[in-house]
């Protein structure tokens, strides 16, 4: 549809007519840039899904659940969409399905979750029904004789693992068989891996010591760093967009109007996205906010 634009005749508003007239127009005209401006603005209170976790780390959204990671009590909740609570794996030991001070979590496509079991020196691998399938240790040719220790890990499209060795201080990688891809030390410029997360080639780690993020090549190879800004957290989605997240507000990077405010601040552990929803996790609880 094709709109026709027409000139406005003042002489028909009496209050356009002279001095005051002028400003009655630039009032107007700086509304309704105001309202364009911020149409992409979006204030909402957000949705508590679920309350009452004990230290939670991390959070994973796929297609139909959620994961968590509730550090305090040794263990990974796994929640549908609304935050029901469909069940709870884990427990304190060392044995398979338990865990010492579980960090982070991936559930990749739904087929395979991965779970960083900091203490136990392991990563547990299980499948989509939870069963246990193996688990990953140090490799002899590593740099270092000790076990490894993992934080924060990210798998690829191509179900390929890398992980976070709090030790050696680098990253290893492993194929979807369990084989060791590659093994870099973490760049001099990051201070401390805070999180990462495996979109495309990338390798995005927060760096919430120096306060940037940082752009790495599957190599280790630096490509990008930026400043946080004041946020805490960033997430990038399937799509590839940039989100910062801060105490009060969630913001894309790249587009700063594009933003959801939210009416007080909230302590925020991690995010995730998917199908237009933000899940928030807290120092007690699960949030969503709709971003679409």
């Known amino acids: 549809m094709k709109l026709s634009m027409h000139p406005v005749q003042i002489q028909n508003f009496p209050l356009l007519r002279g001095d005051s007239g002028v400003c009655y127009l630039a009032v107007l005209l700086m509304l309704l840039m105001s309202g364009s401006s911020s149409a992409q603005n979006k204030a909402v209170q957000p949705e508590v899904l679920y309350n009452n976790l004990s230290k939670p780390t991390s959070v994973y959204a796929t297609q139909n659940h959620l994961f968590v990671v509730e550090s305090g009590k040794n263990r990974v909740l796994k929640f549908d969409h609304f935050g029901q609570l469909i069940e709870s794996y884990g427990g304190l030991g060392a ?9 982070d979590v991936d559930a990749t496509n739904g087929l395979k979750i991965y779970v960083s079991d900091n203490r136990n020196n392991r990563i547990q691998i299980f499948d989509r029904h939870f069963q246990y399938l193996s688990t990953l240790k140090r490799y002899p040719w590593g740099r270092s004789s000790r076990p490894i220790r993992p934080t924060q890990l990210g798998v690829n499209n191509f179900n390929e693992l890398f992980f976070y ?26 201070r401390e891996v805070s999180d990462l997360q495996v979109v495309g080639k990338d390798l995005y780690i927060l760096d919430l010591k120096s306060k940037k993020y940082h752009i790495l090549t599957y190599n280790g190879v630096q490509a990008r760093s930026f400043p946080l800004n004041g946020a805490i ?15 009060s507000s969630i913001q894309n990077s790249r587009n700063p109007e594009v933003l959801i405010e939210f009416p007080q601040d909230i302590t925020i552990k991690d995010v995730t996205k998917i199908n237009g929803v933000f899940y928030i996790l807290t120092n007690k609880s699960m949030l969503s906010a709709a971003a679409e």
């Open 233 to 247: 957290q960033i997430f990038v989605d399937r799509n590839g967009e940039e989100w910062l997240i801060y105490p």
């Open 165 to 190: 060795d709090q030790d050696s201080n680098s990253i290893i990688s492993v194929d979807d068989k369990g084989n060791k891809m590659d093994e870099f030390l973490i760049p001099g410029v990051i």
């Open 95 to 103: 044995n398979e399905y338990q865990f010492d001070l579980p960090i």
